[in-house]
T-cell receptor
Framework: NAGVTQTPKFRILKIGQSMTLQCTQDMNHNYMYWYRQDPGMGLKLIYYSVGAGITDKGEVPNGYNVSRSTTEDFPLRLELAAPSQTSVYFC????????????FGPGTRLTVL | GENVEQHPSTLSVQEGDSAVIKCTYSDSASNYFPWYKQELGKRPQLIIDIRSNVGEKKDQRIAVTLNKTAKHFSLHITETQPEDSAVYFCEPRWGSGNTPLVFGKGTRLSVIA
């Protein structure tokens, strides 16, 4: 039971490049979230999903896209990377439907140069 | 949506002293009140939570108190130790809702040995 896994752990991108951050969970949770955390700052919600086929924008969605074709996977796509997207990205899941815990993945540290 | 304020943003205490962090929220429908701890370079992890039908919950050296009338809840850490040094986040929510989750901006606690 791996919980929430994220790949890659680290990545350096050049301005204008694209990439996909992977998030996979084996907890059979309905709800999944993508957050970014800038150095010394709090967590900002990028996108979230309450089930396969359903996604919605969070506080800071510009420059990102998501899809949720299965319960397990919730990839985050960065198009045309910019230095402002340098951050640590966390994926999180929860069962949903009640007062339940969010479980976070280990994070992906992204640098855009 | 939920407006969340967390105070203080930084807190330094001597080892053995107590620390209190307060989280104020706006949505009177909120009924679940977790606190997360994030150690340097790690993912946030739940340390304690409380539901709206309970006024206080304790787990060894940590406790959470809830004042639903005033719409705030607090994290209390007693007999602080160096390993308590971390960033702490609150995340009040309506447990059954599908709305985006909102975190407080975090409190950086430093325990000085």
């Amino acid at each position: 039971n791996a919980g929430v896994t994220q790949t890659p752990k680290f990545r350096i991108l050049k301005i204008g490049q694209s990439m996909t951050l992977q998030c996979t969970q084996d907890m059979n949770h309905n709800y999944m979230y993508w957050y970014r955390q800038d150095p010394g700052m709090g967590l900002k919600l990028i996108y979230y999903s309450v089930g396969a086929g359903i996604t919605d924008k969070g506080e800071v969605p510009n420059g990102y896209n998501v899809s949720r074709s299965t319960t397990e996977d919730f990839p985050l796509r960065l198009e045309l990377a910019a230095p402002s997207q340098t951050s640590v990205y966390f994926c999180a899941t929860r069962r949903g439907g009640g007062a339940d815990t969010q479980y976070f993945g280990p994070g992906t540290r992204l640098t855009v140069l | 949506g939920e407006n969340v304020e967390q105070h203080p943003s930084t807190l330094s205490v001597q080892e053995g002293d107590s620390a209190v962090i307060k989280c104020t929220y706006s949505d009177s429908a909120s009924n679940y009140f977790p606190w997360y701890k994030q150690e340097l370079g790690k993912r946030p992890q739940l340390i304690i939570d409380i539901r709206s039908n309970v006024g206080e919950k304790k787990d060894q050296r940590i406790a959470v108190t809830l004042n639903k009338t005033a719409k705030h809840f607090s994290l209390h850490i007693t007999e602080t130790q160096p390993e308590d040094s971390a960033v702490y986040f609150c995340e009040p929510r309506w447990g059954s809702g599908n709305t985006p989750l909102v975190f407080g901006k975090g409190t950086r606690l430093s325990v000085i040995a």
